[in-house]
């Protein structure tokens, strides 16, 4: 139990009386148009100096204005590639040009805007000075870099803006509240705001003149406070706001705010939900999912064929943990379906390589949208050598699985679908009798969609006696280790000898009962000739209903690899290093190394182009916004310039 706490920092005036330009002002037509003319300039200059050169529109449309300047430590830099390690860097997969990425923050969309902020390190390629970072799509697949949206600059957050959720109010407003490292590494919650709100781009944010807005509470260690979450309102009409922590050292918990106003909050006397021994919890995540269908929800709907998923992301195991259960709206309880499976303690997002994720309701598609990031297994010198370190997943669509009832169903984007070749290779029925291995001739193989199902004779699986209770995927020995049903499936980024490969299979064990258990599993151990690269072998069990056949998909992207299994009831990420299996040189093969079983296999392989990532074209909006063919925003004051002109006119 926590004791009740309140801050008591000045209110925030945040729903009239915003600083925000007053659109009431009686302002003559001349001073309107001259100052967009001044934001159209400064929208220019903003991509010139991004792309380090001078832009210069056609002479009809020619800004001859002097330009101002604007901080380019603001803005993502350029990294001089390396050919010895570009062929690690991925594709299609969200990563900056250079340095150091971590945690996905406040993703939301906005006036026809996807935005994506994260953790991000602009002096070197480890962990530190973290800044947050800002990007734009259309698709969440194809993104536009713009400036940083926070740094630490303030005592409360200098040591770093950590973790944080978006919020958009009633009124149109929208806000951020982050954790913020402070000088002493204390964690404690900030609040920001964007300036302009009705800018689609989001470009400019305000730190709170009141921060911080919450410290720790009586009883919760100074670092063991942190990443608050999307608000929410309640039936009582105040917000709600969780935050992950622990006590007693080992009990990991999320606490639970009441708010009215943003900046004063009240600390309920009850936890939301707390697990024994499960350690420090991190970014929180609850949110609805249909027992019904498969549309997403947002946090305002409660009915009677819903459940809360509660999510944690563990400090001490780094891995994010879910449960599905029942939330209390009144009395502020969550409590799980199945005491076995509780946070931190059964299902997981993700059984390879990923973390510290939070998912956003996708208004403009009805869709519950999960990002999080996955990290790099080499040495950390290796890091700095090459300038930059990790990488975002492909955002998934989350739903409940409304078969099973017990777990969620993650599945990328259908914008991921956009990236495949117009033709495909498909291989049909192959026959795979035990130990076969099968070459699949598609050419280069190093950005990939593959989908593929594999039959097996159910008579067989039947009357197969060998018991193989005690099978794991992380305690095997991997795709070498022979079982009666075991493993079949799909070696990628492998070259010719299979000297580099990265087996992804099925593994079917047998109780003594008779009854059969199915594990999804990816095999690390021989993915790279580098003895210096960490290599595991990952991977959970997933459900295989009557019927079914077995099916996986994977994302290959030259570094990364997602496999997603029985349309995504089971997930896991590879980070692999080959040095041998890359571009031309990577094969795609199907194999059965089961000793009693004939499987058939079923595959098409897409070949995956190339995301776009840039810095934003504002020269083109410069051209389109003076030449009248394009909408200007609602307000052109991105950097605050055409208020102050009107203020001095």
């Known amino acids: 139990m926590m004791a009740s706490s309140t801050t008591t920092t000045t209110p925030l005036i945040l729903h009239e009386n915003l600083p925000e330009l007053t659109a009431t002002r009686r302002l003559s037509i001349a001073k309107v148009l001259s100052g967009i003319l001044v934001s159209v300039l400064v929208t220019c200059a903003l991509v010139a100096l991004i792309n380090n050169q001078t832009y210069e529109p056609p002479a009809a449309t020619k800004c001859a204005t002097q330009l101002p300047n604007i901080d380019l430590k603001r803005v993502p830099g350029k990294l001089d590639s390396s050919a010895e390690v570009e062929w690690q860097r991925s594709a299609y997969h969200f990563q900056p040009d250079?340095?150091?990425?971590?945690?996905?923050?406040?993703?939301?969309?906005?006036?026809?805007?996807?935005?994506?902020?994260?953790?991000?390190?602009?002096k070197s390629a480890i962990w530190g000075n973290i800044t947050w970072g800002h990007s734009v799509s259309k698709d969440m697949i194809n993104w536009f870099h713009l400036p940083f949206a926070m740094v630490p600059d303030h005592w409360y957050d200098i040591e770093g803006v950590m973790t944080g959720s978006a919020t958009v109010l009633p009124n149109g407003q929208i806000i951020m509240l982050y954790t913020g490292n402070a000088y002493d590494l204390s964690q404690v919650q900030c609040l920001a705001y964007a300036v302009n709100s009705s800018d689609p781009l989001l470009i400019e944010w305000k730190k709170y003149e009141g921060n911080p807005v919450l410290f720790p509470p009586p009883g919760v260690g100074y670092k063991d406070f942190r990443d608050p979450s999307t608000l929410w309102l309640g039936p009582d009409g105040e917000y709600r706001m969780v935050m992950g922590s622990k006590h007693n050292e080992t009990i990991g918990c999320a606490l639970i705010y009441h708010t009215t106003n943003f900046t004063h909050f009240e600390l309920k006397e009850e936890v939301l939900h707390a697990v024994p021994h499960t350690g420090m919890w991190e970014c929180v995540?609850?949110?609805?999912?249909?027992?019904?269908?498969?549309?997403?929800?947002?946090?305002?709907?409660?009915?009677?064929?819903?459940?809360?998923?509660?999510?944690?992301?563990g400090d001490e195991d780094r891995h994010d943990w879910y449960a599905i259960g029942s939330y209390d709206v009144v009395n502020d309880k969550w409590y799980p379906d199945d005491p076995e499976n509780d946070v931190g303690i059964g299902l997981r997002y993700d059984f390879g390589k990923f973390y510290a994720s939070k998912t956003f309701y996708d208004q403009h598609k009805k869709r519950r949208v999960l990002w999080g990031y996955v990290g790099e297994t080499d040495p950390q010198k290796y890091d700095i050598s090459k300038g930059w370190a990790n990488i975002l997943n492909i955002p998934r669509t989350v739903v409940l699985d409304t078969k099973t009832k017990t777990n969620l169903i993650q599945w990328p984007i259908e914008e991921t679908e956009n990236l495949r070749s117009k033709t495909y290779d498909e291989f049909k029925d192959v026959e795979l009798r035990p130990g076969s291995l099968v070459p699949l001739e598609i050419g280069t193989a190093t950005q990939l969609d593959i989908v593929a199902t594999f039959e097996i004779d159910q008579k067989m699986l039947e009357s197969t006696l060998e018991a193989d209770v005690l099978f794991n995927c992380t305690t095997s020995e991997g795709s070498v280790a022979r079982g009666v049903l075991g493993p079949f499936g799909v070696v990628v980024l492998a070259d010719a000898q299979r000297s580099e490969q990265l087996p992804v299979y099925f593994y079917i064990a047998k109780d003594i009962d008779g009854t059969s258990r199915t594990y999804f599993c990816a095999d690390e151990t021989r993915s790279s000739k580098d003895v210096s690269v960490g290599k595991w072998v990952y991977g959970s069990s997933v459900p295989i209903l009557p019927g079914e056949k077995y099916n996986m998909r994977l994302l290959v992207d030259h570094s990364i690899v997602e496999g997603f299994a029985q349309n995504g009831r089971t997930v896991v990420?590879?980070?692999?290093?080959?040095?041998?299996?890359?571009?031309?040189?990577?094969?795609?093969?199907?194999?059965?190394n089961a000793t009693g079983i004939?499987?058939?296999?079923?595959?098409?392989?897409?070949?995956?182009?190339?995301a776009e990532l840039n810095p934003f074209p504002l020269p083109g909006l410069c051209n389109a916004l003076i030449n009248k063919t394009l909408k200007p925003f609602q307000s052109t004051s991105t950097y605050g310039l055409l208020e102050n002109k009107l203020n001095h006119e």
């Open 598 to 610: 004939s499987v058939k296999a079923s595959i098409k392989i897409w070949k995956m182009a190339k």
């Open 285 to 313: 995540d609850l949110y609805p999912v249909s027992t019904v269908h498969t549309n997403g929800l947002d946090m305002v709907y409660n009915g009677p064929d819903v459940k809360y998923v509660l999510k944690q992301s």
């Open 98 to 122: 250079k340095n150091f990425i971590s945690d996905p923050d406040g993703p939301m969309y906005h006036m026809g805007w996807y935005h994506l902020f994260y953790q991000y390190n602009p």
């Open 573 to 592: 990420t590879s980070r692999v290093y080959p040095t041998k299996a890359i571009y031309n040189a990577a094969k795609v093969f199907l194999f059965n």
